[in-house]
Nanobody, 122 residues
Framework: EVQVVESGGGLVQAGGSLRLSCTFSGFTFDDYEIGWFRQAPGKEREGVSCLSTSDGRTSYADSVKGRFSISSDNAKKTVYLQMHSLKPEDTALYYC???????????????WGKGTLVTVSS
């Protein structure tokens, strides 16, 4: 059974930083796609960042470019989302998802965590 667990959320003041972690187990693929998504209260889920472990490619939503950075520790089966210069509009439940299909980083990814809450105060 594949398990995906996010951690690292919390309350932070605007301009602050947080690092989210996503640890997964029971995943047998050597290469995989990782996606970070978020959903703010009353809003639809949106994609934040993607990482492909096969070639290291990353992508970011325009709203977080230059502030967020995705990275992975393959040995630990852990992916990080480093967030700097946080804004109140970054407040959301942040989800991590993983999929073994090359290039698959969207809302239809195979395995999802339950999310970690990030609250940015003004």
């Amino acid at each position: 059974e594949v398990q995906v667990v996010e951690s690292g959320g919390g309350l932070v003041q605007a301009g602050g930083s947080l690092r989210l972690s996503c640890t997964f187990s029971g995943f047998t693929f050597d290469d995989y796609e990782i996606g970070w998504f978020r959903q703010a209260p009353g809003k639809e889920r949106e994609g934040v960042s993607c990482l492909s472990t096969s070639d290291g490619r990353t992508s970011y939503a325009d709203s977080v470019k230059g502030r967020f950075s995705i990275s992975s520790d393959n040995a630990k089966k852990t992916v990080y989302l480093q967030m700097h210069s946080l804004k109140p509009e970054d407040t959301a439940l942040y989800y991590c998802a993983v999929d073994g299909r090359p290039g698959k980083c969207d809302y239809d990814m195979a395995f999802w965590g339950k999310g970690t809450l990030v609250t940015v105060s003004s």
